[in-house]
């Protein structure tokens, strides 16, 4: 059973330019989580979405970055007109359910954009 | 890849050794708390988790004590091992979204 897959595992991208960081979730999850990481630093809540459902996008900036996750295909973080403050680790997780005993978020591992 | 982690608390000891790691949490309301285990440019890995109707569980080589009074989480590893190297992430869920602690640096010498 493969786990958590995300692509590209390195991104560089220029100041302007359009980054977009997918994430595959384990076979027959349906709930997906982003995570932000900077150095030295624990993960940061983005967003958690349901199949085409954003369910929580509370740590998301409002401006410039967007999240979806469609019925079909891998859920898609992207990050318009990015600048230095965005290079991070990008973490996908991905869960059975949002409640109750499979709750347990399985991690991807990890994008990691340099903007330049 | 990531930067060495010089500012992440660090806890140094001898393989065989028992560690403790611990950390606080802020969220009364949790209900679920999660270790994690992250090795350098890798995503967090599941360790063991407890629910706030628990005080204590036990895994394989670790065990997670959970203190609500003073919202206190540890993890103990037992007959610590140079695979256990890592950066050790604490995390609660007050709303199905996981809030994690800033870490502590696991290293262990041979």
């Known amino acids: 059973n493969a786990g958590v897959m995300q692509n590209p595992r390195h991104l560089v991208r220029r100041r302007g330019q359009e980054a977009r960081l997918r994430c595959s979730p384990m076979?027959?999850?349906?709930?997906v989580y982003w995570y932000r990481q900077l150095p030295e630093e624990g993960l940061k809540f983005m967003v958690y979405?349901?199949?085409?459902?954003?369910?929580?996008e509370s740590g998301m900036p409002k401006e410039r970055f967007s999240a979806e996750f469609p019925k079909e295909g891998p859920s898609i973080l992207r990050i318009q007109q990015v600048v230095r403050g965005d290079s991070a680790a990008y973490f996908c997780?991905?869960?059975?359910?949002?409640?109750?005993?499979?709750?347990?978020?399985?991690f991807g591992p990890g994008t990691r954009l340099t903007v330049t | 890849g990531e930067s060495v982690g010089l500012h992440l608390p660090t806890l140094s000891v001898q393989e065989g050794d028992n560690s403790i790691i611990n950390c606080a949490y802020s969220?009364?309301?949790?209900?679920?708390f999660i270790w994690y285990k992250q090795e350098s440019g890798k995503g967090p890995q599941f360790i063991i988790d407890?629910?706030?109707?628990?005080d204590k569980r036990q895994g394989q080589r670790v065990t997670v004590l959970l203190n609500k009074t003073v919202k206190h989480l540890s993890l103990q590893i037992a007959a610590t091992q140079p695979g256990d190297s890592a950066v050790y992430f604490c995390?609660?869920?007050?709303?199905?979204?996981?809030?994690f602690g800033t870490g502590t640096r696991l290293l262990v010498s041979p």
């Open positions: 076979k027959g999850h349906s709930h």
């Open positions: 969220n009364s309301a949790s209900d679920y």
């Open positions: 979405l349901q199949k085409e459902n954003i369910i929580d």
């Open positions: 407890i629910r706030s109707n628990m």
């Open positions: 997780a991905s869960s059975f359910s949002g409640t109750g005993l499979s709750y347990e978020q399985y």
């Open positions: 995390a609660e869920n007050p709303l199905q979204k996981l809030v």
